[in-house]
T-cell receptor
Framework: NAGVTQTPKFQVLKTGQSMTLQCAQDMNHNSMYWYRQDPGMGLRLIYYSASEGTTDKGEVPNGYNVSRLNKREFSLRLESAAPSQTSVYFC???????????FGDGTRLSIL | GDSVTQMEGPVTLSEEAFLTINCTYTATGYPSLFWYVQYPGEGLQLLLKATKADDKGSNKGFEATYRKETTSFHLEKGSVQVSDSAVYFCALTERDDKIIFGKGTRLHILP
């Protein structure tokens, strides 16, 4: 009964380091998403993937790249981390528009 | 563009009090509306949804009615519990599969 699994749960990086956040879903959903959550800002969409093999930019894509490795997995990469990328990152998946999103428990990322 | 506006928090209530969290939206078409809940240290969970006007979504004692005439989707519960303390997000989606979230309302329930 895993749903959406994110790894790692916590990470501290130094400015300029690179890192990949992993996300996997076991619900056979076509669509997957990456959000960041910051105080007072709500959730903002970074990138999404409507189906295997496709990715599109969201509201705040700068400084990030994504890979839809297969139907289950959708990773988010920070090539050169910056303090402004300190945030909580959530991966989500969905079966259809009206069924809503299923979220992972988040990755808490601090950039020093 | 589409947007969601919800009341700012934090909202602090005593246990067994009546809860209303206001949510209004602007949309060009006919969106589906959602309420999500986020407990401390966790991701968002879908609480309830409504897909067309006058639909009422309900779950765990919470209710919200899709009001097209007032473009609202207010969340209500008749008697809150300490375990309801969380952040609540109102959201909408339209046919392009983009979901728009409100900024969230933090709810504190005092025993």
């Amino acid at each position: 009964n895993a749903g959406v699994t994110q790894t790692p749960k916590f990470q501290v990086l130094k400015t300029g380091q690179s890192m990949t956040l992993q996300c996997a879903q076991d619900m056979n959903h076509n669509s997957m998403y990456w959000y960041r959550q910051d105080p007072g800002m709500g959730l903002r969409l970074i990138y999404y993937s409507a189906s295997e093999g496709t990715t599109d930019k969201g509201e705040v894509p700068n400084g990030y790249n994504v890979s839809r490795l297969n139907k289950r997995e959708f990773s988010l990469r920070l090539e050169s981390a910056a303090p402004s990328q300190t945030s909580v990152y959530f991966c989500a998946s969905s079966e259809s528009l009206v069924r809503g999103r299923h979220f992972g428990d988040g990755t808490r990322l601090s950039i020093l | 563009g589409d947007s969601v506006t919800q009341m700012e928090g934090p909202v602090t209530l005593s246990e067994e009090a009546f809860l209303t969290i206001n949510c209004t939206y602007t949309a060009t078409g006919y969106p589906s509306l959602f309420w999500y809940v986020q407990y401390p240290g966790e991701g968002l969970q879908l609480l309830l949804k409504a897909t067309k006007a006058d639909d009422k979504g309900s779950n765990k004692g919470f209710e919200a009615t899709y009001r097209k005439e007032t473009t609202s989707f207010h969340l209500e519960k008749g008697s809150v519990q300490v375990s309801d303390s969380a952040v609540y997000f109102c959201a909408l989606t339209e046919r392009d599969d983009k979901i728009i979230f409100g900024k969230g309302t933090r709810l504190h329930i005092l025993p």
